[in-house]
Nanobody, 124 residues
Framework: QVQLVESGGGLVQAGGSLRLSCAAS????????MGWFRQAPGEERDFVAT????????TYADSVKGRFTISRDNAKNTVYLQMISLKPEDTAVYYC?????????????????WGQGTQVTVSS
């Protein structure tokens, strides 16, 4: 059974930083691209970042380019999202997801497995 467990969310002031982690189990981690998505109240789940199975290729949403960095440690079966210069509009539940393919994608429907999410709140 595949499990993705996010951690690292919390309350931070605008301009601050957070690092999210997502620990994966039940899958051959280095065979799966990973992604981060976020969902604000009343909004759709939006793409944030994705990384290929061995980490050589990353893609970011325009809204987070230059502020967020996705990375992975395949020895630890963990993917990270380092977030700096946080803004109130970054407030959302952040989800990690695993794709059944080595390359990432930006669409929610391309991911087979999802975590339960972690809340990030940025105060102004």
């Amino acid at each position: 059974q595949v499990q993705l467990v996010e951690s690292g969310g919390g309350l931070v002031q605008a301009g601050g930083s957070l690092r999210l982690s997502c620990a994966a189990s039940g899958l051959t981690f280095n065979m799966h691209a990973m992604g981060w998505f976020r969902q604000a109240p009343g909004e759709e789940r939006d793409f944030v970042a994705t990384i290929s199975s061995i980490g050589g290729r990353t893609t970011y949403a325009d809204s987070v380019k230059g502020r967020f960095t996705i990375s992975r440690d395949n020895a630890k079966n963990t993917v990270y999202l380092q977030m700096i210069s946080l803004k109130p509009e970054d407030t959302a539940v952040y989800y990690c997801a695993a794709r059944d393919y080595i390359l990432g994608a930006v669409s929610v429907g391309e991911y087979a497995y999802w975590g339960q999410g972690t809340q990030v709140t940025v105060s102004s």
